[in-house]
Structures are given as structure tokens and as C-alpha cells.
């Protein structure tokens, strides 16, 4: 099944650039690759899609509300990736402030009812479709199919991004193995637009050179919302975030417990990636007034929590949290009170936290912040590839599954069930 979702990330990512050069080319008749990266995909569709079947799978025979979380969901990512890519390059990939019904310039409602409509059609039929199709081949090839494309898209990604934060030293190997890539995907587009007769557009703007070589000017370590400050939100967020949950929970429930997602250290994952999601996000609307931040992260705050809480479900088999007990809850994924929590953490984060944490973090001298940011990262990704490895084996231990491996007999010796309890209090079987 999980390589029946990869075929379909990429059949959706694939056609979601097709129909996107397509469109263009009838109004700009100019082409050049459409998209952030320079295959011929657009991820946002595969990541839609394949998101909308997992997390919509029980409602296909629902079609109005399958209608409804799909054009929400969708919303709430076309939103989201609008906001991230305007961080990394710093002009709009897309612009819909001439529509009516619009928000911010990256949704709107005519939009919106377009992805509710492909949702429902994708989850309800498109994908078993495609699925019937693609276990037609044989089961070798299924696999070497997803692998050879997962390859492209991580390279792709790799170059991709070096690119935008003009990271060249160490990268020209990719860059040239890239340039082919474009090279084939140009010659692919003009195939595809040669069938309607248009040339096809040039979608987007170039990156803003100037601006860029302006930030890197700075004498400052971090200045501004790039990496460097990001990753120190996201390790500070974690931090604070694990801290003020333990003690909530100590207050309200009448026990210490751990909230860590990491089996080193008291670091929250949902806290540090909401705290760089919302800085990214809601950085250039931080002048905005209090309510439109406050509804901006009630709503986003709820669709990141049920997003985490399916996604985390699905790679480690276990329920993180279970809000059944709350009023106005759903699924027992997400409830009201605490969508409203994530709205005033959000005003409260961008209008008061954010711009003393971010001069603090300024303040660490240039060459020591950066060597100290590298390590720090390489601990936090050992540390999550561990707890995966970990959580891994304390799920398929519940199911009597034995440690035929290395990995497996290592993380059975040093994080057995009972460590596992003490760190993961609240997490069980699905």
C-alpha cells in the first residue's frame, strides 16, 4: 500500500504540472518549466492528494463532506506553500488578489470548490483507478519505478533549493546532473504544448538576486527569517514548547509526564515546527492587526495539529493524543479549545515573542552561531532518526514482532518498553 501512495504522489505531482503549464501557455505563450523544481512535477498536488486519500478514507461514501475537508484541506496547503516559497524567494509565486472571495493574495473560493471538487473525484474514484493500473506491473518494477523517482525528486529537491539560497560549493555535480533534467523537462513541455497549439508560459518571476546579495552582506548572524534564525526558533520552540506542556500538564492532570518527541532531551516536534511554520507564515503580517493573526492561527493551528496527529499515526503506529473526551472535538484528533489556544499562541508568538527571540538570537556572534547551528543540527537529526528507529521497534514489540536485525536487537537492549513508557506516556497502539 505505501508504495501504491508513492506511484500516486507522483502520478498527481506529474499532472498537476501538466495541467499548470498547460493553462499558462494558453494566456502567456511562453514556456519555461512551471514550478519550483525543475522536473516536470508540482509536489503540492501529489502532497494534496495523497493526503486527502489517507486522511479522507472514510468518507467516500460522504460525498458532501468529503466535498467540504477536501477544499479545506487543500486551502489550508495552497496557503501555506504560498507563504513558505514567498519566504524563500521573496516575491508571490501566485497571485489571486483580482479574484472575488480572496485571502491574502493565495486563496480564494472559486479555487477552493475547484480542489474540493478534484478531492472528492481523486479519492472517490481517480485513485483506484490508478492503483488497479499500477498493480498490474510486476512487483519489481513497482518498486524500482518508486525508487528511481523517489532518487530524481530528492536530487531535484537537493539542487532546487541550493539554488534559491545560492549554495554553490560542493553542489556542482548536482547542478550539472540538474541542468540534463531541465533540459528534459523543456523538451517534454514543448512536446506536451505542440498538442494545443500554444507555447507555454513563463510562470514565474526570477529569484530576487539583489535582495539576496543584500542579506548576505549583513554582518549579522541570522538577520532577518533565513535558516540560520529558523533552525534557532525551531530548537528554541521545541525546547519551551516540551517545558510548557509538562507543566501543564502537571496542573491540570495532577502528575509529571513526558511530552518529548525525541527519546534525548525535552524537545516537542509539533511545538518547534508550529513555531517556524508560524514565522514563516504570518512574518510578513506581523504589522497586521491582533485578530487577523488570531483567526489566521486558529484556523492553520487546527489543520497543522489533525495533519501532525494522522501523519504521525501513519509512520509510527502509534496515537500521540486523543482529545475524545473534549467538547467540540474531531476525530479526537483536534477541538475547539485548543484551535482557539493555537490562535492566541500565534498572537502572542509574532506581536510579543518573536522580535525580542529573534534580536537575542542576532546577537550571537557570526562564526561561532554558525558552527554551534551545524552541531546543534546534526544532534537533532540523530536524535530524530533514533526515536524513529525506536518507535519502530516499541510498535512492532506490541505486535510479538521479533529483532531479527542489528538495529532492531540495539534498540530492543537501550529503549525497551518500559524507558519507552516513561517517554511516550500517552502514545498506543492504533
Not at 395 to 409: F, I, M, T
Given at each position: 500500500m505505501s508504495y501504491d501512495f508513492a506511484m500516486l504522489f507522483f502520478l498527481y505531482s506529474f499532472f498537476g504540472w501538466v495541467t499548470e503549464t498547460v493553462v499558462k501557455s494558453l494566456s502567456k505563450k511562453h514556456f519555461?518549466?512551471?514550478?519550483?523544481?525543475?522536473?516536470?512535477?508540482?509536489?503540492?498536488?501529489?502532497?494534496?492528494?495523497?493526503?486527502?486519500?489517507?486522511?479522507?478514507?472514510?468518507?467516500?461514501?460522504?460525498?458532501?463532506?468529503?466535498?467540504?475537508?477536501?477544499?479545506?484541506?487543500?486551502?489550508?496547503?495552497?496557503?501555506?506553500?504560498?507563504?513558505?516559497?514567498?519566504?524563500?524567494?521573496?516575491?508571490?509565486?501566485?497571485?489571486?488578489?483580482?479574484?472575488?472571495?480572496?485571502?491574502?493574495g493565495y486563496i480564494c473560493l472559486q479555487y477552493s470548490i475547484l480542489w474540493g471538487i478534484l478531492g472528492l473525484l481523486a479519492v472517490k474514484y481517480v485513485n483506484h483507478f490508478f492503483i488497479h493500473i499500477f498493480q498490474w506491473l510486476p512487483e519489481i518494477l513497482r518498486v524500482i519505478a518508486v525508487w528511481v523517482l523517489a532518487g530524481i525528486a530528492l536530487l531535484d529537491g537537493i539542487a532546487s533549493f541550493a539554488a534559491a539560497f545560492h549554495i554553490k560549493k560542493g553542489m556542482y555535480a548536482i547542478y550539472r546532473w540538474n541542468s540534463h533534467l531541465d533540459r528534459w523537462t523543456y523538451r517534454l513541455g514543448k512536446w506536451i504544448v505542440s498538442h494545443v497549439e500554444r507555447r507555454m508560459v513563463k510562470a514565474y518571476p526570477s529569484i530576487d538576486h539583489k535582495e539576496k546579495a543584500a542579506a548576505k552582506k549583513s554582518t549579522k548572524f541570522a538577520e532577518g527569517c533565513g535558516f540560520y534564525k529558523l533552525f534557532w526558533l525551531f530548537f528554541l520552540g521545541a525546547f519551551l514548547g516540551d517545558i510548557i506542556e509538562t507543566v501543564f500538564c502537571r496542573f491540570s492532570m495532577?502528575?509529571?509526564?513526558?511530552?518529548?518527541?525525541?527519546?534525548?532531551?525535552?524537545?516537542?516536534?509539533?511545538?518547534?515546527?508550529?513555531?517556524?511554520?508560524?514565522?514563516?507564515?504570518l512574518y510578513k503580517d506581523r504589522e497586521r492587526p491582533d485578530r487577523h493573526i488570531f483567526l489566521i492561527g486558529t484556523f492553520l493551528g487546527g489543520v497543522y495539529e489533525y495533519v501532525c496527529s494522522v501523519l504521525t499515526e501513519i509512520v509510527f503506529g502509534k496515537v500521540f493524543w486523543d482529545y475524545s473526551k473534549i467538547p467540540f472535538n474531531l476525530g479526537g484528533r483536534i477541538n475547539l479549545l485548543f484551535c482557539l489556544f493555537w490562535g492566541i499562541a500565534a498572537v502572542i508568538w509574532i506581536k510579543l515573542l518573536f522580535p525580542r527571540i529573534s534580536w537575542l538570537i542576532e546577537k550571537i556572534p557570526k562564526t561561532p552561531g554558525k558552527i554551534i547551528t551545524w552541531i546543534a543540527l546534526i544532534?537533532?537529526?540523530?536524535?530524530?532518526?533514533?526515536?524513529?528507529?525506536?518507535?519502530?521497534?516499541?510498535?512492532?514489540?506490541?505486535?510479538?514482532?521479533?529483532?531479527?536485525?542489528?538495529?532492531?536487537?540495539?534498540?530492543?537492549?537501550?529503549?525497551?518498553?518500559?524507558?519507552?513508557?516513561?517517554?511516550?506516556?500517552?502514545?498506543?497502539?492504533?
Open positions: 519555461i518549466n512551471r514550478g519550483f523544481f525543475t522536473g516536470p512535477f508540482c509536489y503540492i498536488y501529489g502532497f494534496s492528494g495523497v493526503l486527502m486519500s489517507i486522511v479522507f478514507r472514510d468518507l467516500a461514501d460522504q460525498p458532501v463532506f468529503l466535498f467540504l475537508g477536501c477544499a479545506v484541506l487543500a486551502t489550508a496547503i495552497e496557503w501555506y506553500t504560498g507563504k513558505f516559497l514567498e519566504r524563500i524567494n521573496y516575491h508571490k509565486w501566485w497571485d489571486y488578489s483580482k479574484k472575488k472571495w480572496n485571502f491574502d495532577g502528575w509529571w509526564m513526558s511530552r518529548s518527541s525525541f527519546v534525548w532531551g525535552p524537545f516537542s516536534v509539533v511545538w518547534g515546527m508550529a513555531i517556524v511554520l508560524a514565522t514563516v507564515l544532534f537533532m537529526v540523530v536524535n530524530a532518526a533514533v526515536s524513529m528507529m525506536a518507535l519502530i521497534r516499541y510498535d512492532a514489540r506490541a505486535n510479538n514482532e521479533p529483532a531479527d536485525s542489528a538495529w532492531e536487537q540495539l534498540m530492543d537492549e537501550y529503549f525497551d518498553d518500559t524507558r519507552m513508557e516513561v517517554i511516550y506516556p500517552s502514545a498506543k497502539p492504533r
